[in-house]
């Protein structure tokens, strides 16, 4: 379980990134943690890594404080930034022998068959492998890792569209009920079939935070060729105008994660709780 408490962080001599942050998320989840260039998305994962230091509020991770850094923690929480991380002078294979003892609940097999599905020699350097190759080596180790909290910055970033479906499908298949994992992207399309709930952050608040399932049983999305009188967010496309509007007898839609962040983005309140709000037309 993560509880935040009226957080607040600012790297030196900036602007606040977060200012009094609340947040509170169950394990079993898939979250994705949307927003802007800069808001603070990988800021946000590695104050919850313990990379980062909050200036106020109170912070729990499985009952840890992150900041503290403790063993026990340490081997409950997998946290893969966007850059990379791992030793180029090791192999994929000689790297898990070293990191395998620090996570008790480490699978080998399905390390090595991930590795095998994402077509990495694990003999080979990590300096010799590409980008691409390099990210799904750090995806490999921490979704067979076995902790119970998976932070993955931008984890779609230099995969190409076979390995995007293969990480989706693998995800899905290995998630245990106890485990929580939390995605920072602006990919939003590589992962919209995959997340169970979307938090969006702006203007160092959140924004919204909802279950796509609540989302797709209040919210109507579609197409139109002109204007909807009752839409809550309309914008121009190619296609016509996508709109959202509040579900009342319609069929139920996928919910259009890029259409939903460009309109919370834009200023739009949404909430499943909610029969009301300010409509905006960009």
Known sequence: MITIQNLAFSYLKEKPLFKDLFWECQPGNIVGILGKNGVGKSSFLRILAGLLFPKKGELSVLG???QLREANFLQEVFFVPDENFLPGYLSAHSYRTILQPFYPRFDTSTFERLLQRFEVNSQEKIKDLSFGQQKKVGLAMALSSGCSVILLDEPTNGLDISSKSTFRKELISLLREDQTVLI????IRD???TLDRVMILDQGQIKLDADLSDLADSLHFGVSQSDVPDAIFSHPSALGVQFIQYRTTQA??????????EAVTSGVSISPRL????????
Request: net charge neutral; glycine share 0%.
């Open 275 to 282: 029969k009301k709000t300010n409509s905006l037309t960009v």
């Open 184 to 187: 920072a992207t602006h990919l």
């Open 64 to 66: 840890f404080s992150p």
């Open 252 to 261: 139920q839609t996928v919910v259009n994660l890029e259409l939903l962040f």
């Open 191 to 193: 992962l919209e079939n």
